[in-house]
T-cell receptor, first 114, second 115 residues
Framework: DGGITQSPKYLFRKEGQNVTLSCEQNLNHDAMYWYRQDPGQGLRLIYY???????QKGDIAEGYSVSREKKESFPLTVTSAQKNPTAFYLC?????????????FGAGSRLTVL | DQQVKQNSPSLSVQEGRISILNCDYTNSMFDYFLWYKKYPAEGPTFLISISSIKDKNEDGRFTVFLNKSAKHLSLHIVPSQPGDSAVYFCAASPLRGGTASKLTFGTGTRLQVTL
């Protein structure tokens, strides 16, 4: 079945450590996105990539980095510069065109900083 | 500045009755609206959408109404079922297609359908 796989599902990190969240899709989608969800807030866009080897900052990119070396993969690194990294992270992809806003999401990764 | 607002954090409805989830927006440039449904520990899934050229879109038990002059949309679920219990996010974009990078999400409404 086609879909998006995020790993790990749960991750604990000590302050000052970088962590990388994996996102893989087999939907042949060109565009991929990373969102952050906090309690009582909507999904906020961290980074997005419309094509391989290219990505743009979203609304809350500070303290995060991404790469897009393959169409299927869009990993997110949460760096020590991110002041409040504890959150639920969602990766999504879309086919673009008229369906660009119809996102397919992964199951999410919950990051907790100890 | 919250451009998409869902003022009811939670809603409880009896099975079989109508659920009405509301969403207000402030940006007059928004042209395309969507509803996503999210179960705990899962990612959201697309439910239904509406373009600003329409005032209603229906898909089975789900109907979305758009009132552009009031900058208000609502999602009606009839009849409500226990499996509809989830968090519902309203989202809006100035573009129908091209990119989802302009999509703005509301804060969500938790719907509980009781027996």
């Amino acid at each position: 079945d086609g879909g998006i796989t995020q790993s790990p599902k749960y991750l604990f990190r000590k302050e000052g450590q970088n962590v990388t969240l994996s996102c893989e899709q087999n939907l042949n989608h060109d565009a991929m996105y990373w969102y952050r969800q906090d309690p009582g807030q909507g999904l906020r866009l961290i980074y997005y990539s419309q094509i391989v080897n290219d990505f743009q900052k979203g609304d809350i990119a500070e303290g995060y980095s991404v790469s897009r070396e393959k169409k299927e993969s869009f990993p997110l690194t949460v760096t020590s510069a991110q002041k409040n990294p504890t959150a639920f992270y969602l990766c999504a992809s879309t086919s673009g065109g008229d369906g660009a806003n119809v996102l397919t999401f992964g199951a999410g990764s919950r990051l907790t900083v100890l | 500045d919250q451009q998409v607002k869902q003022n009811s954090p939670s809603l409880s409805v009896q099975e079989g009755r109508i659920s009405i989830l509301n969403c207000d927006y402030t940006n007059s440039m928004f042209d395309y609206f969507l509803w996503y449904k999210k179960y705990p520990a899962e990612g959201p899934t697309f439910l239904i959408s509406i373009s600003s050229i329409k005032d209603k879109n229906e898909d089975g038990r789900f109907t979305v109404f758009l009132n552009k002059s009031a900058k208000h949309l609502s999602l009606h679920i009839v009849p409500s079922q226990p499996g509809d219990s989830a968090v519902y996010f309203c989202a809006a974009s100035p573009l129908r297609g091209g990119t989802a990078s302009k999509l703005t999400f509301g804060t969500g409404t938790r719907l509980q359908v009781t027996l």
